[in-house]
Antibody, heavy 119, light 112 residues
Framework: QVQLVQSGAEVKKPGASVKVSCKAS????????ISWVRQAPGQGLEWVGW????????NLPPKLQGRVAMTADTSTSTVYMELRSLRSDDTAVYYC????????????WGQGTLVTVSS | DVVMTQSPLSLPVTLGQPASISCRSS???????????LNWFQQRPGQSPRRLMY???NRDSGVPDRFSGSGSGTDFTLKISRVEAEDVGVYYC?????????FGQGTRLEIK
């Protein structure tokens, strides 16, 4: 069965960087994209970006371009999302989700990773 | 960015009664391939979102048939024919037609 397993919670200071991992199993990583979605405490869902694990091409929303980087390691079926220059309003649960237009977007989700930014 | 507007934002429902959530987009969600990439998600308390419907009206595997999706263009609806206790949570619509992918604000369904 398809599973996306994410790394554990992180606490970071403002200005630092965080790297969250998402390990896929139950399917071939290179056959689907991966999107990242975040949810601030008590708030709704916000799309953070998408990566094609086969090519490494990424698509990022303008508000996060320059601070977000997404990479994939196909040998371990793992995708990474790095967020730099952290601010307090980056505090959120970050989810990875399997994403393909043909599959209708976001059919499987990881369990979420809480990133807390606090001085 | 395409703005997704849901209503109502809070939905108290009696067990066994129907429920309906509206989602309107600021632009047409019909893609160049003819498909409409409008999804619905359910998020139960403390859980990851779960996809219920994709491309407007396609129900995901394991989703009860009391859930249905409809609509076209800019106007979409998620209906629950008879609400059960396990349906409590927040429901989000999402459009994947236009980059940037955007979500509605969420509708909180609670039992009256």
């Amino acid at each position: 069965q398809v599973q996306l397993v994410q790394s554990g919670a992180e606490v970071k200071k403002p200005g630092a960087s965080v790297k969250v991992s998402c390990k896929a199993s139950g399917y071939t990583l290179t056959t689907y994209g991966i999107s990242w979605v975040r949810q601030a405490p008590g708030q709704g869902l916000e799309w953070v970006g998408w990566i094609n694990p086969n090519t490494g091409d990424a698509n990022l929303p303008p508000k996060l371009q320059g601070r977000v980087a997404m990479t994939a390691d196909t040998s371990t079926s793992t995708v990474y999302m790095e967020l730099r220059s952290l601010r307090s309003d980056d505090t959120a649960v970050y989810y990875c989700a399997r994403d393909s237009r043909s599959g209708g977007h976001f059919d499987y989700w990881g369990q979420g990773t809480l990133v807390t930014v606090s001085s | 960015d395409v703005v997704m507007t849901q209503s109502p934002l809070s939905l108290p429902v009696t067990l066994g009664q129907p429920a309906s959530i509206s989602c309107r987009s600021s632009q047409s969600l019909v893609y160049s391939d003819g498909n409409t990439y409008l999804n619905w998600f359910q998020q139960r308390p403390g859980q990851s979102p779960r996809r219920l419907m994709y491309k407007v009206s396609n129900r995901d595997s394991g989703v009860p048939d009391r859930f249905s999706g409809s609509g076209s263009g800019t106007d979409f609806t998620l209906k629950i024919s008879r609400v059960e206790a396990e349906d409590v949570g927040v429901y989000y619509c999402m459009q994947g037609t236009h980059w940037v992918i955007t979500f509605g604000q969420g509708t909180r369904l609670e039992i009256k």
